[in-house]
């Protein structure tokens, strides 16, 4: 293959054997600081399951609590498990590749070696794959040690979450690509990442929200995260129910990687 070649990356495809070297790179940078990147994961996700879940939980539970009788600290745990997950892919694909690109210029010293734009772009998504994972193994031991969990479908909700973390992360990576700031990223946590945090189904259901809104909360990624987790922990699931939600995370993370793959041609390949 030739030098343009090996830069594009096989054609038709999102990830080669290079693609291990950007993830044995991040893996590495981990080791440094794992401490760092575990306490910023779980802190925030712990402080929300304690102060709702139990804090706000006992005023819940003694007005009814939510649909069905579930405790409220069960109804949250599972979503702020998905949500945990979201919260670091979309950071993940934001600064951290804006400084691999613009800032650090990391991709293009990694572009003088063998490596190609597409190789960069999957081997990203690996590593936020794995950090998804990780914060979701341990949260999901958080619940459980909590008692917040009703079915052991509950393990389930892993891979949902990590699923839920690239179906952010895969287009928000895209856009990284096509911005030479990060001024853009502002907006994007402002006015997209926390409100979908609050009212797509976290903390109470969406049909309490006013019926003009709630068409938008069902096609985000994580109301299907975690309308999917939540079913699961508290083993209620409808198979064709589960199916859409998993059909929708998995459309909308291959669309932001044919868009990643687009994005990170035109602004890595000269």
């Known amino acids: 293959m030739t030098v343009a070649g090996l830069r594009l990356g096989r054609p038709g495809a999102i990830a080669s054997r290079r693609s291990l070297r950007i993830l ?3 893996l590495l940078v981990f080791r440094r600081g794992w401490h760092s990147y575990l306490l910023s994961g779980l802190s925030q996700p712990f402080l929300y399951l304690v102060s709702m879940g139990i804090g706000l939980g006992l005023y819940v539970n003694r007005n009814g609590g939510v649909p069905g ?6 109804y949250i745990a599972p979503a702020l498990l998905v949500t945990q997950a979201m919260m670091a892919g979309a950071f993940e694909a934001a600064y951290p590749i804006m400084g691999k690109i613009h800032w650090d210029k990391t991709y293009h010293a990694a572009l003088n070696t063998p490596l190609g734009a597409l190789d960069l772009l999957a081997g ?3 590593w936020i794959s794995f950090r998804a994972t990780l914060l979701s193994l341990l949260f999901l031991l958080v619940i459980v040690l909590m008692g917040a969990t009703a079915s052991p479908l509950v393990v ?3 891979p949902v979450a990590v699923l839920t973390a690239l179906a952010f992360a895969a287009p928000i990576m895209a856009f990284t690509a096509t911005q030479t700031g990060d001024s853009g990223f502002n907006a994007l946590f402002r006015f997209g990442i926390t409100p979908l945090f609050l009212f797509s189904g976290t903390f109470f259901p969406i049909e309490r929200l006013p019926l003009f809104l709630q068409p938008l909360a069902w096609i985000t990624p994580l109301y299907h995260g975690v309308a999917a987790a939540r079913s699961l922990s508290l083993g209620q699931v ?3 129910g589960l199916t859409i939600h998993i059909a929708a995370l998995v459309a909308v993370a291959l ?3 044919a868009a990643g793959r687009v994005t990170f041609r035109r602004r890595l390949v000269v």
């Not at 009788?69 to 069960?74: E, F, Q, R, S």
């Open 238 to 240: 409808e198979p064709a």
């Open 156 to 158: 389930l909700a892993v």
């Open 69 to 74: 009788g579930v405790p409220y600290l069960d």
């Open 255 to 257: 669309a932001g990687m």
């Open 24 to 26: 044995e790179h991040d």
């Open 124 to 126: 990203d998504l690996m």
